[in-house]
């Protein structure tokens, strides 16, 4: 099953194309990564699926993404509600420099009224989710800035499953990290793929062939190839992505 | 000839320390003359009781309320209107010909004497609008000029909040409106207090506009279309008229002691949020 299908997408900031005609599919609860070198576009086509690109200034979109079968680029779209169900984590740690408490309630309390003994369950249950819950319980009223990096970060994860999104953008999350973290990271998204769809942009390829069950191959704004992770690095069919994944550039 | 690097850099030094020392040496001086002056005047009649005899004898108890309620009207119509100005110029338009206008303007209202705001005021509020010699007029005025200072601090402040937590607010499934209430705001609060904090100050200290514009009744008012004496204007009619020298000093202990009490105020909140935030 499709999550997300993108069909002929272009993208151009002022007179540069970023995206070119790009055409990909993403599947259900799996795993899908988007790898290549700097520049690439990778991180822009990310931002495509939840219309993060909009909030900056001079680029243009053409072409369709379908999220549950509708364009989320059609007119009269509901940003605010799209970005509700795809949501998204950033390279570097970003909570809000609120309680641990307030970080993961963010967005329920945006969504709905509701009353504390309820949000207190979802934070608990979301913070179990993520495999804080037994670091942090204690902490839940501390400033969510003082946390280690990596807790920051796992938090930004806890933050965006409380409101249960159906897919997560992932804008290489582990590029400020050290490798144990990594290694955790990775582990949860390993057990949150149960739940949801998970698209990750990264710079690591080891990361890509561990975790991913898609690849995607970008070079100058175009989507070379798209694969099972085990053939794109493997058996790639294109020489570029040979190339990359053999270390010959990038 | 050059002069030797070593020699010139202790010349420097030296310059340079002194500038610093003599910027200090004059700040306390002036603090210890009005104070040496001011603090024997100073008990709790003088601030409890009203002037008699023009404020020959007496106390300064209305030139106080006057001052507070005058400041207080000022800051409930510049705030609002300045912050919310703030927040759209720095969040909701894109930087280009009308920002710049409006930043242009609110520099160049910021430089214009305080006696022509006074001027202005006298005509319009007080003239035009038959508001009289009020704390109306007087607070309005007082806003208008306060108003620059307060719209660019806010937007400054709105501005230094870090893009990734509007970002990622955003990408929670928040509105821009969302975005700005729970986390823009209360992270630039610091900054548009320091801005409110200015103008409080200026506000105090301010006298040319006020006559114009409040007038110089001694009277405790009792409506927001009755004149009132500030303490500034207090002390510029009992030196500039000879009536009291003593209580003109009294009066100016009594400012200089609110001013510092109010930015060692500031300072303390400043201190307390930036901590809790960083």
Same mark, same amino acid.
């Given at each position: ?14 007179? +540069? ?36 690109? $909009?909030? #900056? ?16 680029? *059609? ?6 509600? !799209? ?15 609120? =309680? ?20 207190? *369950?979802?934070?608990?249950?979301? !913070? ?42 992932? $804008? ?79 | ?33 009005? !104070? ?55 969040? @909701? ?48 005025? !007082?806003? +208008? ?51 409110? #904090?200015? =103008? ?16 110089? =009744? ?16 207090? +002390? ?7 009536? =009291? ?21 500031? @300072? ?11």
């Amino acid at each position: 099953m499709n999550a997300i299908e993108v069909k002929n997408l272009s993208l151009h900031y002022g007179s +540069f194309q970023a995206l070119k005609n790009v055409n990909v599919q993403f599947q259900e609860k799996m795993i899908t990564a988007l790898i290549g070198p700097s520049g690439c576009g990778k991180s822009t086509l990310l931002r495509c699926l939840n219309r993060m690109n $909009d909030l #900056i200034e001079g680029v243009k979109i053409t072409g369709v993404v379908n999220f549950r079968d509708i364009n989320i680029y *059609a007119p009269g779209t509901d940003v605010v509600e !799209l970005r509700r169900h795809v949501g998204m984590v950033f390279q570097r740690p970003n909570p809000f420099p609120l =309680s641990v408490f307030d970080n993961v309630a963010y967005g329920l309390r945006v969504h709905q009224e509701m009353k504390k003994i309820q949000l207190s *369950a979802i934070v608990e249950r979301s !913070l179990q989710a993520t495999g804080l819950w037994d670091d942090l319980k204690d902490k839940l009223s501390e400033t969510a800035t003082e946390l280690p990096l990596y807790q920051q970060q796992l938090l930004c994860i806890t933050r965006l499953i409380a409101i249960e999104p159906k897919v997560i953008l992932m $804008d290489e999350p582990c590029s400020a990290l050290d490798p144990i973290a990594t290694a955790k990271i990775e582990e949860l998204m390993l057990e949150l793929k149960k739940k949801y769809t998970i698209v990750i942009v990264t710079h690591n390829m080891q990361q890509a062939a561990r975790v991913s069950d898609y690849s995607g191959f970008m070079l100058m704004g175009e989507l070379i190839e798209f694969n099972k992770t085990g053939r794109i690095f493997t058996n790639p069919d294109d020489k570029r992505t040979q190339d990359y994944i053999t270390g010959r550039f990038g | 000839m050059r002069i030797d690097p070593k020699v010139s850099q202790r010349i420097m030094v030296t310059v340079l320390s002194l500038a610093t020392g003599l910027a200090l040496v004059i700040l306390f001086f002036i603090i210890i003359f009005i !104070l040496s002056k001011g603090i024997p005047v100073l008990n709790w009649k003088f601030l409890s009781t009203f002037p008699s005899k023009m404020g020959k004898a007496g106390g300064i108890l209305p030139t106080i309320a006057g001052t507070f309620i005058l400041t207080l009207v000022a800051l409930v119509f510049a705030v609002p209107l300045g912050v919310g100005a703030a927040i759209y110029l720095a969040e @909701y338009i894109r930087e280009g010909k009308t920002t710049k206008i409006v930043r242009f303007g609110a520099d160049c209202l910021a430089g214009i004497p305080s006696i022509i705001f006074g001027l202005f005021g006298f005509i319009l509020f007080v003239v035009i609008l038959k508001m009289g010699w009020s704390i109306l007029s007087g607070g309005l005025t !007082l806003a +208008f000029m306060v108003l620059p200072t307060i719209i660019r601090t806010s937007e400054e402040a709105v501005k230094s909040v870090p893009y990734s937590w509007r970002e990622v607010s955003l990408s929670l499934g928040a509105t821009k409106w969302e975005t700005i209430r729970k986390v823009v705001l209360p992270n630039a609060v610091p900054g548009i207090l320091t801005g409110i #904090i200015l =103008s409080v100050g200026r506000s105090i200290g301010e006298t040319a506009a006020i006559i114009f514009t409040a007038g110089s =009744s001694l009277r405790l008012p009792t409506s927001l279309f009755d004149s009132v004496r500030t303490m500034s204007v207090h +002390f510029y009619i009992l030196s500039r008229e000879g009536i =009291s020298m003593k209580n003109a000093y009294g009066t100016a202990a009594v400012l200089v002691i609110l001013i510092l009490a109010i930015n060692l105020a500031a @300072y303390w909140i400043l201190h307390r949020f930036t901590k809790r935030n960083t």
